[in-house]
T-cell receptor, first 117, second 114 residues
Framework: AQKITQTQPGMFVQEKEAVTLDCTYD???????LFWYKQPSSGEMIFLIY??????QNATEGRYSLNFQKARKSANLVISASQLGDSAMYFC??????????????FGSGTRLQVQP | SQTIHQWPATLVQPVGSPLSLECTVE??????LYWYRQAAGRGLQLLFY??????ISSEVPQNLSASRPQDRQFILSSKKLLLSDSGFYLC?????????????FGQGTRLTVV
């Protein structure tokens, strides 16, 4: 079974500064993927970044980077140069890769990020 | 490229009426398909997932059912809606390519049961 913990219900950041959103996970799967999604007020879930459990390097996608520390089971999202449009809910999720168990995305409770001008 | 279509975007239904939400995926084969529900201001609750045609796993006992009549079609249904069925319903798909996985969501359906 998988469990995702996002300990920050809400975060504030000043425009143009960097912010780190925390995510820790607990899984017994030997191979898994870690995802971050952004959910603006419209409700759609926008894929941001992916990290495979066997990837040696931390994933980066534009202003998003994932600080993956496998031994600590953490996958924090770093947003650099925050913009007003980054204000949204952010969800961390894990998905088993392979195996015969439950092959579904498990989500954390989310972090609401507010970017202030 | 892969796309996922989910409709309708919003729906207002009376208590006791039936429900059918449809989701279709394009540009990929044999995806895993999912239905999630999100209450206002809350996280995502997995309702059903499917690893193939006719294969449905239910996560929580409830008033809903799901079917997968074709490889890239996933349907969420109810015979009689309850007030507690109100929420935001999201369809998603995932595929695995080697050691990498991808997972994307539809636009969602906001269901209000009155």
């Amino acid at each position: 079974a998988q469990k995702i913990t996002q300990t920050q219900p809400g975060m504030f950041v000043q425009e143009k500064e960097a912010v780190t959103l925390d995510c820790t996970y607990d899984t017994s799967d030997p191979s898994y993927g870690l995802f971050w999604y952004k959910q603006p007020s419209s409700g759609e879930m926008i894929f941001l970044i992916y990290q495979g459990s066997y990837d040696q390097q931390n994933a980066t996608e534009g202003r998003y980077s994932l600080n993956f520390q496998k031994a600590r089971k953490s996958a924090n999202l770093v947003i650099s140069a925050s913009q007003l449009g980054d204000s949204a809910m952010y969800f961390c999720a894990t998905l088993p890769i392979g195996g015969t168990g439950r092959r579904a995305l498990t989500f954390g409770s989310g972090t609401r990020l507010q970017v202030q001008p | 490229s892969q796309t996922i279509h989910q409709w309708p975007a919003t729906l207002v239904q009376p208590v006791g009426s039936p429900l059918s939400l449809e989701c279709t995926v394009e540009g990929t084969s044999n995806p895993n398909l999912y239905w999630y529900r999100q209450a206002a201001g809350r996280g995502l609750q997995l309702l059903f997932y499917s690893v193939g045609i006719g294969q449905i796993s239910s996560e929580v006992p409830q008033n809903l059912s799901a079917s997968r009549p074709q490889d890239r079609q996933f349907i969420l249904s109810s015979k009689k809606l309850l007030l507690s069925d109100s929420g935001f319903y999201l369809c998603a798909w995932s595929v695995r390519g080697g050691a990498k996985a991808e997972a994307f969501f539809g636009q969602g359906t906001r269901l209000t049961v009155v």
